[in-house]
């Protein structure tokens, strides 16, 4: 089995059919990146199944599934396009064509991206707050919508219409990858 840079194992059967079906390198290099992504994006999902919702945003959770499934940051955002850490309306489509890829479900990406948002806005950990207003009897996701719920309330509506078309850019590309 052969190791590309970012610790994906290409299994060798793989391999051998790329080395013998492609003779242009430059199509043989494409090809196995393709393989390596594909393989990082299932080692990945397989850990967000395993961790499930937290309340942080998503390109820190992003982050900490790249990190628990051993995929190099720097080649999944490479391979991303955009920088998962920085949430904007004009990256929130391709965002969640990569959480539709992993397996999220529309509610918990939404979360993820609120809580991003709310971040750069409120310049505060928005897990803190989370579980510092945690009702009792409700799940970590019904207690993180309602958390940003009531923070939203507080936001110039700028700010709240920024998040809106952030949401609905998320919506469309998650549709885009379902569909």
Not at 25 to 53: N, T
Not at 54 to 73: D, E, H, M, S
Not at 88 to 112: I, M, P, Y
Not at 156 to 163: H, I
Request: aromatic share 6%; net charge negative.
């Amino acid at each position: 089995m052969e190791e590309d840079s970012e610790n994906v194992v290409i299994p060798n059967w793989i391999d051998d059919l790329l080395d013998e079906s492609l003779p242009q390198p430059a199509f043989k290099a494409r090809s196995r990146e393709a393989v390596a992504v594909g393989l990082a994006i299932g080692r990945m999902r397989i850990e967000r199944e395993q961790v499930g919702f937290v309340p942080i945003g998503f390109g820190a959770y992003l982050k900490g599934l790249a990190r628990v499934a051993n995929v190099n940051w720097n080649r999944l955002c490479a391979w991303i396009g955009v920088d998962p850490e920085t949430v904007t309306e004009d990256s929130a489509g391709r965002l969640a064509r990569v959480a539709a890829d992993l397996g999220f479900d529309l509610r918990s990406l939404l979360l993820h991206l609120r809580i991003a948002v709310a971040e750069s806005i409120e310049k505060a950990p928005i897990p803190v707050i989370v579980a510092y207003r945690r009702n009792a009897g409700q799940s970590g996701i019904d207690d993180c919508e309602g958390t940003l719920r009531d923070m939203e309330l507080d936001w110039e509506p700028g700010e709240r219409d920024q998040l809106r078309r952030i949401e609905a850019a998320a919506c469309d590309g998650f549709a885009d990858a379902e569909g």
